[in-house]
């Protein structure tokens, strides 16, 4: 089976940094992605990691540590419209289809 | 990108009825789509994969009876939630995988 873990909420400062964590264990792991959902909306993608290191995109990114089974996603100079949901996923081998964490509601504050 | 799309947006039906919702990729072609259903604050649950020309494969637990889904075309695929429960009320999303999986917009369905 599969185990996804994220922290289910976390409240960060408009303006500052903040480091969304997910933790995995998956047989035949083949790649992570992240996504932002706004309540009563579909997924947006925001990055995808297949090997370690760091991806950088804008304000938004990603890190993969494949021997740890551990990924975060790193937010800079917040928005208040980064209030969302944090959503983790992984792909398997020979599988397109995406297995979701439990997801990390994030709430910017002024 | 890509663009996925689904209808209805939004459907509220009596219990025991059946509602039918539509997925298209409509600027790319998908042998396969997947469909979620996201309880509120929750994350999205994979029900089944939806095989074009052929059976959908569904998810430990799910019911092949209740929630059928039939993927008729290279664009489209449908679900169907027969005899709807107030216990189906969710939300309801479909992707389709190109470079990335690409995500309909949702279908909000309410049983009353």
């Known amino acids: 089976g599969q185990n996804i873990d994220q922290p289910t909420e976390m409240t960060a400062t408009e303006g500052a940094i903040v480091q969304i964590n997910c933790t995995y264990q998956?047989?035949?792991?083949?790649?992570l992605f992240w996504y932002q959902q706004h309540a009563g909306e579909a997924p947006t993608f925001l990055s995808y990691?297949?090997?370690?290191g760091l991806e950088e995109k804008g304000r938004f990114s990603s890190f993969l540590s494949r021997s740890k089974g551990y990924s975060y996603l790193l937010l800079k100079e917040l928005q208040m419209k980064d209030s969302a949901s944090y959503l983790c996923?992984?792909?398997?081998?020979?599988?397109?289809?995406?297995?979701f964490g439990t997801g990390t509601r994030l709430t910017i504050i002024p | 990108g890509a663009v996925v799309s689904q209808h209805p947006s939004r459907v509220i039906c009596k219990s025991g009825t059946s509602v039918k919702i539509e997925c298209r990729s409509l600027?790319?072609?998908?042998?396969?789509m997947f469909w979620y259903r996201q309880f509120p604050k929750q994350s999205l649950m994979l029900m089944a994969t939806?095989?074009?020309?052929?059976?959908?494969?569904?998810e430990q637990g799910v019911e092949k009876d209740k929630f059928l889904i039939n993927h008729a075309s290279l664009t489209l695929s449908t679900l169907t939630v027969t005899s709807a429960h107030p216990e189906d009320s969710s939300f309801y999303i479909c992707?389709?995988?190109?470079?990335?999986?690409?995500f309909g917009p949702g279908t909000r369905l309410t049983v009353l």
């Open positions: 992707s389709a995988p190109m470079d990335t999986q690409y």
């Open positions: 998956t047989s035949g792991f083949n790649g």
């Open positions: 990691n297949v090997l370690d």
């Open positions: 996923a992984v792909t398997r081998f020979g599988n397109e289809k995406l297995t």
């Open positions: 600027d790319f072609q998908a042998t396969t």
């Open positions: 939806s095989n074009e020309g052929s059976k959908a494969t569904y």
